[in-house]
């Protein structure tokens, strides 16, 4: 069976997940160009310099942000797949 003989309520349900899916990832390297460009900023304006750690400690969790965001991407889109396996294996 192939994917396009699925019934239109499934072919939509997995195009609405893997939508939902790249648009949190989206969401991920948003917060982490955030975090990490605030981060850069507090280190180089000296007038902040009392707040050098909380720099260090924002680019630190851009980091740590951007890895989550990378994981949950390929483990959803690795779920997604499993799912529309099964679904094609119950309509044979």
Do not use: H
């Not at 007038?47 to 750690?53: G, S, T, V």
């Not at 965001?69 to 679904?87: A, D, E, P, S």
Request: hydrophobic letters at 50%; charged letters at 20%.
């Amino acid at each position: 069976m192939n994917i396009k003989d699925l019934p239109l309520n499934d072919l939509l349900t997995v195009e609405m997940t893997y939508l939902s899916n790249e648009r949190s990832m989206l969401s991920y390297m948003r917060t982490f160009m955030v975090f990490l460009s605030s981060g850069i900023a507090i280190l180089k304006i000296e007038l902040l310099n009392p707040l050098m750690l909380l720099g260090y400690i924002s680019i630190a969790l851009s980091v740590v942000i951007l890895i989550i965001g990378i994981y949950r991407f390929f483990t959803v889109k690795k779920n997604v797949k499993r799912i529309l396996k099964n679904i094609s294996k119950k309509q044979l």
